[in-house]
């Protein structure tokens, strides 16, 4: 068995621009996801991070084939997915299930949680019988931290917090080997993400899960993540072991992102920040070669005539930039080491 469960080759999602009623005609694409490559192994958790709209949702409705891909691979435990359909491929969602950013919206809400959190089982064909089935989802209802009595309740009397259980329950019923959170607490009032992060890491332990964890919430990626991947505009910018990208990261929009991260440090009072500044351009037309180079500090000519790849570094991480950050400019940006 190989150690990888999840490899990720050339992956692409364009969404086509049309105009006319009747006679659509193409006129563009959404570049929202455009060839991006990664490895998730067993066990482990990967961090995909990036400011909104540069393709982390995207790629979590691929890994799922929630979305077909424009083109590349996805090969889960050795077996690329996107060539799967009908019943291949929904035998094969039952090795990965996702959790989704609103807690409300994913649930129906004229459904218990009873139901809601064995549904899975009525799709799948598994445990037929009325009474094992609901002695199954009370326990996935006690091992995500919920009262097992409280199985004939609907989801609009929970809190948040606990709605966000129910989704984590109805994704280990399959007991699948990939777990694909997508932001899962930034609907969460602060007091209680820590709770739901925290069960998250329980289960992975307890359960051997591994996990794709997509956030934009630095500081919430650090404390759950093995490695990241930094996404900027469809396109993987810089990813390495979680310690390394954090201490010291070497794409300048890496390094941007993390000094944008407020963090109380009396040793650096008084010192302004170099924060990153304008918008992410259009995926409908992205910058040429480097995408970063409208907006980066370092950028020469060649960034935008040569598209630079990912390179592997000394630090353990792999970054695509033709100018890659020293540690002293790390450290004028702001960047504190977190360890």
């Excluded at 607490?185 to 899960?209: F, H």
């Excluded at 956030?215 to 996404?231: E, G, I, K």
């Excluded at 109380?264 to 010192?271: E, F, K, M, N």
């Amino acid at each position: 068995m190989s150690d990888l469960l999840v490899e990720v080759r050339d992956l692409v999602k364009y969404f086509p621009i049309t105009r006319g009623i009747i006679f659509q005609k193409k006129i563009g694409a959404v570049k929202a996801v455009d060839g991006i490559s990664f490895d998730v192994k067993r066990g482990e958790t990967l961090g995909l991070v990036g400011e909104s709209g540069c393709g982390k949702s995207t790629t979590a409705r691929l890994l799922m084939r929630l979305l077909q891909p424009t083109s590349g691979e996805i090969r889960i435990d050795g077996r690329d997915i996107t060539k799967l359909h009908g019943a291949d491929m929904k035998a094969a969602r039952r090795e990965m299930q996702m959790i989704f950013q609103d807690p409300f919206s994913s649930l129906n809400p004229r459904k218990t949680i009873g139901s809601i959190i064995a549904e899975p089982y009525s799709i799948h064909g598994l445990l037929t019988g009325k009474n094992e089935r609901k002695r199954k989802v009370q326990e996935l209802m006690e091992t995500v931290g919920l009262n097992p009595e409280h199985f004939n309740r609907y989801p609009h009397e929970f809190s948040g917090g606990q709605r966000q259980r129910i989704g984590v329950a109805r994704a280990l019923a399959l007991e699948p080997a990939l777990l694909i959170a997508d932001e899962p607490v930034s609907a969460l009032d602060v007091s209680i993400q820590a709770q739901v992060l925290n069960l998250l890491r329980d289960l992975q332990s307890r359960l051997g899960l591994t996990l794709v964890f997509i956030a934009h919430d630095l500081s919430v990626v650090r404390h759950m993540c093995d490695r990241v991947a930094v996404m900027y505009l469809g396109k993987i910018v810089e990813v390495g072991p979680g310690s390394a990208l954090y201490e010291f990261p070497r794409h300048p929009y890496t390094g941007a992102l993390l000094a944008a991260v407020p963090v109380i440090d009396t040793s650096r009072r008084g010192r302004e920040r170099k924060l990153l500044s304008g918008d992410v351009p259009s995926p409908v037309n992205p910058p040429s070669a480097c995408r970063f180079h409208t907006r980066c500090p370092k950028a020469t000519d060649i960034c935008s005539e040569v598209e630079p790849q990912l390179e592997d570094l000394d630090s353990g991480t792999r970054a695509a930039c033709h100018h890659l950050l020293t540690h002293d400019e790390a450290m004028e940006l702001g960047v504190r080491g977190w360890g």
